[in-house]
């Protein structure tokens, strides 16, 4: 009995994006540069990249790696692996090809698309899989071409996908955690959909929005808190490749831009653009902010000259679709420091070590119950049951929480570094320094910084033979070998590292020491020669 009117009852990625395409029809959904799609031709780019990726050879649940930046092309692939029932795993155009083949290999990926500037990077990693371009607009297999071929499909053909199913997986979101390793969450599409309601609700989503969609589509803050569930209510996207502040500006004034959504890091560019006060940002209705903390002045500085606008903090990570709490316009007032409090389909607790609730006030770590949550990692059993211990999905983000069920961030995980709201496992940049061999020792921490808000440091002990110039060395062998984003800021020498009588580095003693000082110039990685206080 079971299976009588599944089909009637399933509700996928694919099944939402066809309601929209019925929905809303020829009104403009999507604009990247001079390309515009109508929501109608969203869907039925999707089933022309599902039938194209399946006739490849790709078969439902296969993984298939996005390797780009942000363009339309980049959301058709996804499109296009949901309706087929395939895995899509976004990895950050930023890797180097080692990183990128450490997550072709861990995934088991069949395929990756990559941008054509991307495409030398993307064939150094990853074993026999099947290759091909994100937005060449040409080609056997490209995702551009595809979504514009009518030889894969027109209106009314058959549905693709027919297989698919609510639970089945839908992406891999890679995620840094303490030990180095990037974490593939497995999302299906039902716990994808159930944040897209709570985002809808949350977040106060209208389709008369006019949304600038300006943060990189791999991160799942961009993709799953605004684009898709902007898209799915109706409202228009202007998508861009990257947040250049004076282009940001200009196309909020001259589009009448609603809604916008940045990391407090893009907010601090904007806010010390030139063009800032001489833009007329009135348009601006909704405006977001999260992925990492955002210091009270620049939230106070940002509601000041944007009086009309209305704040919305939102909290979360990966592995909950994203969006967990959400601290409301109303609410900025009286807690402007504030994450919020649980948004719809979230159950949210601070516990001691021991599960207990922490009394208001007390410091604790925040973990979630939710129809959002991952199933786990992939391939990684240990630290799934880990993660999702005592029946709860430990966050290791530490917080208090009010009588009123308010949060309040008090530190991340002590070993990531969450840089422009990017997380950075200190244990990785470790691994690829120690690589060097004028390291005898390294701990990498989280630094304050004026732009990153954190910034990555490396604390250095060398070797008696290390060169005289072993700090240029050491910045040339990290930019070798890790994405931009991961090489340190600062690399700090130091004649010894803080320890415990049983040989444990206290890296808390070295964040302690290095609380109060700045990163130093902005963008530059500095050398320095320092003792630990």
């Known amino acids: 009995m079971a299976e009588i009117g599944a089909r009637a009852r399933r509700n996928t990625i694919g099944d939402a994006v066809r309601r929209a395409g019925a929905r809303f029809r ?9 390309r515009a799609w109508s929501f109608a031709e969203l869907d039925l780019a999707a089933d022309r990249v599902a039938r194209c990726l399946l006739a490849r050879g790709l078969r439902p649940g296969d993984r ?19 309706r087929a029932g395939l895995v ?102 039902r716990a994808i959909l159930a944040e897209y309601a709570s985002v809808t609700i949350e977040l106060e989503m209208r389709r008369d929005d006019r949304a600038l969609a300006a943060l990189p589509l791999y991160h799942t803050a961009q993709m799953h808190c605004f684009t898709m569930p902007q898209m799915l209510n109706g409202a228009f996207t202007l998508l861009i490749e990257a947040p250049q502040p004076a282009l940001v500006l200009d196309l909020i004034e001259r589009e009448r831009i609603t809604s916008f959504f940045a990391p407090p890091t893009v907010w601090i560019t904007l806010l010390q653009h030139p063009d800032f006060g001489m833009r007329n940002l009135t348009s601006l209705r909704n405006i977001y902010y999260g992925a990492s903390i955002m210091p009270v002045p620049v939230l106070q500085e940002l509601r000041q000259r944007l009086p009309g606008a209305r704040p919305f903090n939102c909290y979360g990570q990966s592995e909950i679709a994203p969006l967990a709490t959400v601290l409301r316009p109303e609410e900025h007032d009286a807690r402007p420091g504030s994450v919020g409090r649980p948004v719809l389909n979230v159950e949210t607790r601070v516990v001691d070590t021991e599960m207990r609730d922490v009394a208001p006030g007390e410091r604790g770590e925040i973990v979630h119950r939710s129809p959002q949550l991952c199933l786990g990692y992939w391939n990684m059993p240990e630290e799934t049951a ?18 009123e069920g308010y949060l309040a961030i008090v530190d991340r995980t002590k070993d990531l570094i969450n840089t422009g709201g990017v997380l950075v496992a200190s244990r990785e940049v470790e691994e690829a320094l120690f690589t060097h061999p004028a390291v005898a020792e390294v701990a990498v921490i989280a630094v304050p910084d004026p732009k990153w808000i954190e910034a990555v440091a490396a604390v250095v002990v060398l070797r008696p033979d290390a060169p005289a110039d072993a700090e240029a060395a050491l910045l040339a062998h990290a930019r070798a070998h890790l994405a931009p984003y991961k090489v340190p800021k600062r690399i700090i020498l130091a004649e010894s590292l803080p320890k415990n009588t049983a040989g444990k580095l206290l890296k808390r003693e070295l964040r302690q020491a290095y609380a109060g000082t700045a990163s130093g110039a902005l963008g530059h990685a500095q050398a320095e020669r320092e003792r630990p206080a």
């Not at 890797?95 to 150094?124: C, H, K, M, N, W």
């Open 26 to 34: 020829d009104r403009q959904a999507l604009r990247f540069g001079e």
């Open 64 to 82: 298939v790696v996005a390797y780009g930046k942000n363009s339309d092309a980049y959301l058709l692939l996804w499109l296009g692996c949901a």
């Open 88 to 189: 899509h795993v976004p990895a950050n155009f930023a890797l180097t090809a080692p990183e990128l083949d450490y997550i072709l290999r861990q995934s088991g990926a069949a395929a990756v698309f990559a941008q054509p500037a991307l495409r030398p990077v993307a064939d150094q990693a990853g074993g026999d899989l099947l290759r091909g371009t994100l937005d060449a607009g040409e080609g056997e297999l490209d995702i551009l071409a595809a979504a514009r071929d009518p030889r894969w499909g027109g209106p009314g053909d058959p549905e693709v996908g027919e297989g698919v199913g609510d639970e089945d997986l839908v992406q891999l979101q890679y995620t840094s955690g303490t030990t180095g390793q990037p974490k593939g969450a497995m999302m299906t599409h």
């Open 386 to 403: 880990r993660a999702f211990e005592g029946g709860w999905f430990h966050s290791g983000d530490v917080a208090t929480i009010d009588a």
